[in-house]
T-cell receptor, first 111, second 110 residues
């Protein structure tokens, strides 16, 4: 079974803090994704990566950056957290043209 | 035009009935199609993959794909209250992008 592990289930941060969300997958997948999900807005893609050190912007990259130094790890960085970044963050991985497998999510609250 | 379109629902069916969930897509070259189930507050869970025209059955679930009509559907037989969730249609487009629909909320009434 594919396992995608997100480092925190719940996280509370203050406005202006730099926040790191970590995601690790154990299936040697080349593709990794970060989404956020808010009530009534569905899944929105922030960034994705097709290979190590490679990244592409999704639909809502503003205020976020990512890092993929190793194939199994994809980090989402909030450079200066703001209250409008309070959300559920979901990491996923896949091999080429295969389904995405999700982690359990990180519910981030920015106060 | 959205890449993947779903009726947001809610779709209400009585327990034991067949629930029919539908999805249309715009990229005719799309090759891989998926259905996910998402319970409130949880992450999406893959329930079906379908890659070729026709039907694919797995237990109480049947996925149907019609590439000519650009249409994917999911049938849930003998619906149970535990099937109440949001169902997301998803695909890999011909341009190597992954898209989700906005989801259909299903309510199964006891």
């Amino acid at each position: 079974d594919v396992k995608v592990t997100q480092s925190s289930r719940y996280l509370v941060k203050r406005t202006g803090e730099k926040v790191f969300l970590e995601c690790v997958q154990d299936m040697d997948h080349e593709n990794m994704f970060w989404y956020r999900q808010d009530p009534g807005l569905g899944l929105r893609l922030i960034y994705f990566s097709y290979d190590v050190k490679m990244k592409e912007k999704g639909d809502i990259p503003e205020g976020y950056s990512v890092s993929r130094e190793k194939k199994e790890r994809f980090s989402l960085i909030l450079e200066s957290a703001s209250t409008n970044q309070t959300s559920m963050y979901l990491c996923a991985s896949s091999s080429s043209r295969s389904p995405l497998h999700f982690g359990n999510g990180t519910r981030l609250t920015v106060t | 035009q959205k890449e993947v379109e779903q009726n947001s629902g809610p779709l209400s069916v009585p327990e034991g009935a067949i629930a029919s969930l539908n999805c249309t897509y715009s990229d005719r070259g799309s090759q891989s199609f998926f259905w996910y189930r998402q319970y409130s507050g949880k992450s999406p869970e893959l329930i079906m993959s379908i890659y070729s025209n026709g039907d694919k059955e797995d237990g109480r679930f049947t996925a149907q794909l019609n590439k000519a009509s650009q249409y994917v559907s999911l049938l849930i037989r003998d619906s149970q209250p535990s099937d109440s969730a949001t169902y997301l249609c998803a695909l890999w487009s011909n341009f190597n992008k992954f898209y989700f629909g906005s989801g259909t909320k299903l309510n199964v009434k006891p």
